[in-house]
């Protein structure tokens, strides 16, 4: 157990550096409830506060935290009895928030975010639009280096999704990606943070606990 601390922490030490010199600000934490109390000290009254499709960030409980707060405009296009029309809308006004809470499919010891979408409405908002943006991720979510993480993405994230979302795609069966040709796919777009976007405030939280797929 003591190995395997030392070894989350060397990991977790070199993704951080790795991440500044991208540009990025970053920081790691031991727990959940210290990544929470430092994302909630940038929100504040009158804010809207735009949330990407994350089961981190659900994971983690902001969205109570931040309803608890109370005066704040919460665009979540997960809530229930949405109809298509308005998650649109939702997507559409994310961008233009003051507070933009997502995760990342994967991030590598180099210090790059990598993602895959089927939309876009979730990289869109990390790389232009929102003032501020903060992507959450557990240590079980660092890789070594690019093609580890698309192979992370195909064989875990995406097909863990697939499931969640209760699609009927060959993926979410077997557990990894059959580059599937269905209208339902959700793997379409790939997008690789080299270094922080040029007009973007991008903060990336790293937390030494399993969060999320």
């Not at 601390?5 to 070199?14: A, D, F, M, P, Y």
């Not at 908002?125 to 501020?132: E, F, R, S, V």
């Not at 209760?166 to 790939?190: F, M, Q, V, W």
Request: hydrophobic share 40%; with cysteine; proline share 3%.
């Amino acid at each position: 157990m003591e190995l395997r601390g030392w070894h989350n922490e060397k990991i977790l030490s070199r993704t951080v550096r790795a991440l500044e010199d991208n540009f990025f600000m970053a920081k790691a934490f031991q727990t959940r409830n210290e990544v929470i109390e430092e994302v909630l000290k940038n929100i504040e009254k009158g804010m809207k506060v735009g949330l990407g499709g994350s089961v981190t960030v659900r994971e983690l409980g902001l969205v109570e935290k931040i309803t608890e707060k109370g005066a704040i405009l919460l665009l979540d296009h997960w809530r229930e009895g949405l109809t298509p029309e308005e998650i649109a809308g939702i997507r559409i006004e994310q961008l233009t928030s003051h507070v933009f809470l997502t995760s990342a499919n994967a991030i590598t010891e180099k210090g790059e975010i990598v993602n895959i979408d089927g939309i876009g409405n979730r990289v869109n908002a990390m790389t232009y639009g929102p003032k501020k943006v903060f992507i959450i991720a557990g240590i079980n979510k660092i890789v070594p280096d690019i093609n580890s993480a698309i192979e992370r993405i195909k064989r875990v994230a995406a097909p863990m999704n697939a499931k969640r979302l209760n699609l009927p795609l060959p993926c979410a069966e077997t557990g990894y990606c059959h580059d599937c040709k269905s209208e339902k796919r959700i793997c379409r777009i790939l997008s690789i943070l080299m270094k922080k976007p040029g007009q973007s405030d991008i903060s990336v939280y790293l937390v030494n606990e399993v969060l999320g797929y």
